[in-house]
């Protein structure tokens, strides 16, 4: 589990193909967590178990699904990632409940820096019923706020603070994109639940 606030951003520093997948290494920079084997960091709002620490950097494993369904597969040596780790009793939730299960990827269509700086987003159309106005949303990882919703058109806009621009990898979004999204996952019980328990009424 994890809140959305990024705690820092690394720099890829391998990406090398394995039997099972691809083993990517990350350089967490100036961040002075020490994960152990075993322990869990989400890189770019993607879940990844900590399988060694080198002088290079962590070490993941990412299989196939996850590289099919996330930006992992697309990164390459120099590639930034946001970095998280897990919620622990001590840690503020100052964002929102985030699994770390990404989505779906989602397209950068159109960044306006005039007034303020809004990024907007088409997500695969079966998110779009888990986005609400005010609601919450993860992207690359960072929690937050739906400032725009329009379901007919299919996609999302965000306002990015100073603050998370600079402690993020979000400045660097550019029109054409894939962003990993994660949907609140509170909305997401609350529609599943409501669609099954209308199909079991038959309606």
């Given amino acids: 589990m994890f809140t959305g606030l990024v705690q820092a951003v690394g720099t890829l520093a391998v990406s090398n193909p394995t039997d099972t997948g691809r083993r990517l290494v990350i350089d967490p920079g100036a961040w002075d967590h020490v994960p152990a084997p075993g322990d869990s960091i989400a890189v770019s709002g993607c879940c990844l178990t900590v399988v060694g620490v080198t002088d290079v950097g962590w070490a993941f494993d990412a299989i196939p699904e996850t590289l099919a369904k996330t930006t992992l597969g697309g990164l390459e040596a120099g590639s930034r990632v946001n970095l998280e780790h897990a919620v622990t009793a001590s840690t503020p939730m100052g964002g929102h409940f985030v699994q770390g ?103």
């Fill in 101 to 203: 299960h990404v989505d779906g990827v989602g397209r950068v269509t159109r960044i306006d820096t005039g007034d303020g700086w809004r990024v907007r987003v088409e997500p695969p159309a079966d998110l779009m019923k888990f986005m609400i106005p005010k609601g919450s949303v993860t992207i690359e990882g960072v929690s937050l706020t739906l400032a725009a919703v329009e379901a007919g058109a299919g996609w999302i806009e965000v306002a990015l603070i100073p603050e998370t621009l600079d402690r993020t990898t979000l400045r660097g979004l550019a029109a054409g994109d894939g962003v990993n999204l994660e949907a609140d996952m509170l909305v997401r019980a609350v529609v599943q639940t409501t669609e099954t328990v209308l199909e079991a009424r038959g309606g």
